[in-house]
């Protein structure tokens, strides 16, 4: 049984940063780890994705040029570096890993493991 655990969720206000972190146990066999959101009232959306070991492979429109995902220090840690965070980035944001095809929607994703969330909420 594939666990992750995010942290790194805070309260900030706009113009700030925050790194946000996914750490993955048990027996991992995803090449895709990346991080989802979803406000309050709104669907959960795809923000950054990548493969393991290697390069992003996707990032919304509204947040590319701001958040970065990374590896960790760890083959199984996957991390997301925001800057300039805006109040519309105010979210649970979710960790989540699966086998292939690394973009959100795509059909393995739908098999992905999830963690529980970390709350970022950003003030104007």
């Known amino acids: 049984q594939v666990q992750l655990v995010e942290s790194g969720g805070d309260s900030v206000e706009a113009g700030g940063s925050l790194t946000l972190t996914c750490i993955a146990s048990?027996?991992?066999?995803?090449?895709?780890m990346g991080w989802f959101r979803q406000a309050p009232g709104k669907e959960r959306e795809g923000v950054a994705v990548?493969?393991?070991?290697?390069?992003?492979?996707y990032y919304a429109d509204s947040v590319r040029g701001r958040f970065t995902v990374s590896q960790g220090k760890r083959r199984n840690a996957v991390n997301l570096r925001m800057e300039n965070l805006k109040p519309e980035d105010t979210a649970m944001y979710y960790c989540?890993?699966?086998?292939?095809?690394?973009?959100?929607?795509?059909?393995?994703?739908?098999?992905?493991?999830w963690g529980q969330g970390t709350q970022v909420t950003v003030s104007s």
């Open positions: 989540a890993a699966w086998a292939y095809d690394c973009f959100p929607g795509s059909d393995a994703s739908r098999s992905a493991y």
């Open positions: 048990g027996y991992i066999t995803s090449s895709c």
């Open positions: 990548m493969r393991v070991g290697d390069v992003p492979t």
